[in-house]
């Protein structure tokens, strides 16, 4: 995964969830991402465009496994997949969130 097609996917989700670019952009400047039903959308597109999760909210272990090594070393990935791998929400927004809570919590230990 090349850092031009994440930032390509991203730009769609943009525009399917209808999230305020400046707003996207300061969550992640800031490594801080508050609780809100775009944010946690747009995650949802984001994992599934990129294969980490599907329809019905299942996680592609070797896909978030992939995701993860950009941006962890090869232990981390297998303890994100092992502490990530099963994580549920309300619906799939929900749980794209937490997956996405989840895998930060990882890399910053």
């Known amino acids: 995964m090349k ?16 999230i305020d670019t400046d707003f996207l952009n300061k969550a992640f400047k800031e490594n801080h991402y508050p609780n809100d039903d775009k944010l946690k959308c747009y995650f949802k597109c984001l994992n599934i465009k990129l294969g980490v999760m599907n329809e019905k909210g299942d996680v592609n272990d070797d896909r978030l ?12 990935e297998e303890e994100i997949v092992v502490e990530c791998g099963n994580i549920e929400g309300a619906d799939l927004c929900e749980t794209a969130f937490k997956l996405m809570a989840c895998v930060k919590n990882a890399t910053l230990d």
């Open 65 to 76: 496994k992939y995701v993860a090594s950009h941006f962890s070393d090869a232990s981390t």
């Open 3 to 18: 850092g031009r097609t994440f930032s390509i996917l991203g730009i769609e989700c943009e525009a399917e969830i209808g």
